[in-house]
Nanobody
Framework: QVQLVESEGGLVQPGGSLRLSCAAS????????SGWFRQAPGKEREEVSC????????YYADSVKGRFTISRDNAKNTVYLQMNSLKPEDTAVYYC????????????????WGKGTLVTVSS
């Protein structure tokens, strides 16, 4: 059974850090581009970061560049999103998603999605 399971999010103070993980089962992440998306209340879903299936190159939205880092552990079949210097505007439900043999992560073209995890940045 194909599954993507995100780790629990939580409440973080502004300026704090949190690492999200996304464990894949039923398929091998090596052959998939892996992306993180988020959707804040009342807003459209946006792509946050993506790591390609080929050379491991990564993409970051301007809003998170320099603060977030995406990585993948093929041995654990897991992709991570390290989030530092968190801001209240980072509050959203975060989703991981994968796309077979891709260098990018088009929101409308991902093959598998996790159920999402809520990250709240507030004092």
């Amino acid at each position: 059974q194909v599954q993507l399971v995100e780790s629990e999010g939580g409440l973080v103070q502004p300026g704090g850090s949190l690492r999200l993980s996304c464990a894949a089962s039923g398929f091998t992440l090596d052959y998939y581009a892996s992306g993180w998306f988020r959707q804040a209340p009342g807003k459209e879903r946006e792509e946050v970061s993506c790591i390609s299936s080929s050379d491991g190159s990564s993409y970051y939205a301007d809003s998170v560049k320099g603060r977030f880092t995406i990585s993948r552990d093929n041995a654990k079949n897991t992709v991570y999103l390290q989030m530092n210097s968190l801001k209240p505007e980072d509050t959203a439900v975060y989703y991981c998603a994968t796309r077979f043999l891709s260098v990018n992560c088009p929101s409308g073209g991902m093959d598998y999605w996790g159920k999402g995890t809520l990250v709240t940045v507030s004092s």
